[in-house]
């Protein structure tokens, strides 16, 4: 195989995967939106916190990786309940500006806090294969990409059943469209919220532990992630479930071709020039729902 | 005495305090004090786009970033005068900003947030990589000293003066623009954007001017860091400063242009005074932030201003005068089950 062919299909390998997560993010950004019309800015936190969580009680506690990722989850999940506890319930009769702000807030405490309790040295996450790289002709890939790609795939592809098919995701959808209507129909709409910021801190803690093998753990680690990942929600339509997705991989791919390709030291502003271009020409992100306003 | 004239005499002693200020204090504290002047201007900037328009931005420290540079070029390879370098400065970031945020401006209100830290985060790559005009992660040094004919404003405590005159211009334009009808067409805009629009309030071209202002804000801050420390470097200008000066803003009261200055100083000088803090403190605010918000979000100013009742009160009937209410008039109402 020539290896122009092979560099790009490591390329696209690669894009996807970190794009998948990216995608992963902002479907449990576009889920808080949804339920009570916020954006969480601390998302990146709690993709931080998992990835902490699993790394200390793999490597430091020396658990069995896949009960460290369990334990690490149910952490995340804790953590995404609190976020509500202490920034969402006590102001959501206030302008929903106050929330979005206690958000930053907590982003703000939730890195310090990380930095102080676990120092601001950079950790190890165990490998979940020993294998250096999977080859396929003169493609090599890391497995990590491999796993990342099973793992959203299986993810997504549960999600968009738990939606579609199940009494709970249908009583979710009822909350995100209508509350009131919602409540009148028995259903309680306070429990599923905490539902929902339960689900948004599962979403970013599996985003975490799969990020954790590639960018190591380290309290910063997240901001970006997250940034990135509303980055996917806004090019794919705000609150659109499969928009988030293909927003993620777009900006995925973006960031990866246009580091290699364009210049590496710009990776990171790859995403926000996507969503700059993106709104440019479609102010309402790909699939159409009312992104922006009209100005 | 009336009330009025109490306030006089109390402004009065203030001043003259700023005055003698540097000349009882030690270098450093010089120094902590221009640091800490600059902050205010840079979150007066951010006052007048999130707390008086309602725009939230978090690229205030890219607008910094580019009103140092703007002068550290055009000082050191142009050789202009600082007096010329700072207003072209600050328009170059006010400019900067209008033209960046364009874009932005038609993301709905959360993601607007969101998309400043987009404009942040592409400075201070530029800031970082264009190597032959900000000289990368090396940064600019031998930025020279300002002067006023053949008076040199070269010391710490020189520069303590002219911070001070630009600290004093921005916080009285700040209290100016807020009674002004800039001001009113950007609380229309901040309250709710469909009215103000019926009532014939172009809000595209607030919403800009609201960015260009803080901008402009924070591009005369830069000028006036890169004469203080003659020294600038891309890290300077992060993304932490943003949210820095943001958490700034809040902690002060982001809706009064007095909270910028009280938070903007309180957030300087505590890790400063607090040394056993130095660790804690960002965590402290970010917890603070929140606490805050739920108990008291008008911020710190109002709150002080509670505490602080019941002493006024006593000065002004010790000295006979009538007893005024509340000076610092916040609206709970555009705080409190506002738009939802």
Known sequence: MNSDLALNLQLLASGLAIGSIYGLIAFGINLIYRAVSVVNFAVGELVMLGAYFGSLLALSLGLPLPLAMVIALVGSVGVGLLLERTTYTPLRNADLHMVVVATIGASIFLQEFSRIIWGAQVRQFPAIFDVKSVDIGNIHLSPQYLVILAVTAVLLLSLYLFFQRTVAGKIMEAVAQDKDTAALMGIKVNRWTTVTFGMHGLLAGIGGLLLAPLFLVFPTMGFLVGMKGFCASMIGGFGNMQGAVIGGLLVGLVETFGAYYIASDYQDGFAFIAVVAVLALRPRGIFGEPVAEKV | ?340
């Open chain 2, 1 to 340: 005495m009336r009330e009025g004239t109490v306030r006089r005499v109390a402004v009065g002693i203030g001043a003259v305090c700023l005055l003698i200020f540097p000349m009882v204090v030690g270098q450093y504290a010089v120094h902590v004090a221009n640091i800490a002047g600059v902050y205010v201007i840079l979150t007066l900037g951010m006052y007048l786009s999130f707390g008086l328009a309602g725009q939230m931005s978090l690229a205030q420290g890219a607008f910094w970033g580019i009103g140092a540079y703007s002068t550290a070029l055009l000082m050191k390879n142009l050789g202009l005068s600082f007096w010329i370098a700072l207003p072209l400065s600050a328009v170059a970031a006010a400019v900067f900003g209008m033209v960046v945020c364009l874009p932005a401006i038609r993301v709905r209100k959360f993601y607007l947030g969101m998309a400043t830290v987009g404009v942040q985060v592409v400075a201070s790559l530029v800031f970082m990589n264009w190597v032959p005009v900000t000289g990368g992660a090396n940064g600019m040094g031998g930025i020279p000293a300002p002067a006023i004919g053949p008076l040199v404003i070269s010391s710490q405590h020189d520069v303590f003066y002219l911070i001070l005159v630009f600290t004093a211009l921005a916080y009285f334009g700040a209290r100016r623009l807020r009674v002004s009808r800039i001001g009113r067409s950007c609380e229309a805009l901040r309250e709710d954007p469909l009215a103000a629009q019926a009532a014939g309030i172009d809000i595209v071209a607030t919403k800009l001017l609201a960015f260009g202002l803080a901008a402009f804000y924070a591009g005369a801050a830069g000028s006036l860091y890169a004469v203080q420390i003659h020294y600038i470097e891309p890290k300077v200008f992060e993304l932490s400063v943003s949210v820095a000066v943001f958490a700034m803003l809040f902690f002060g009261g982001h809706r009064i242009p007095e909270g910028a200055v009280v938070g903007a100083v309180t957030l300087i000088l505590i890790p400063e005074t607090l040394k056993f803090l130095q660790n804690y403190y960002m965590a402290l605010y970010g917890a603070g932030i929140i606490l805050l918000l739920v108990y008291h979000p008008e911020g710190m100013v109002s709150l002080l201003s509670r505490w602080t009742e019941p002493i006024r009160r006593a000065i002004s009937r010790r000295l006979g005068g009538p007893v005024s209410q509340e000076r610092i008039a916040v609206r709970p109402d555009s705080l409190i089950g506002g738009q939802r």
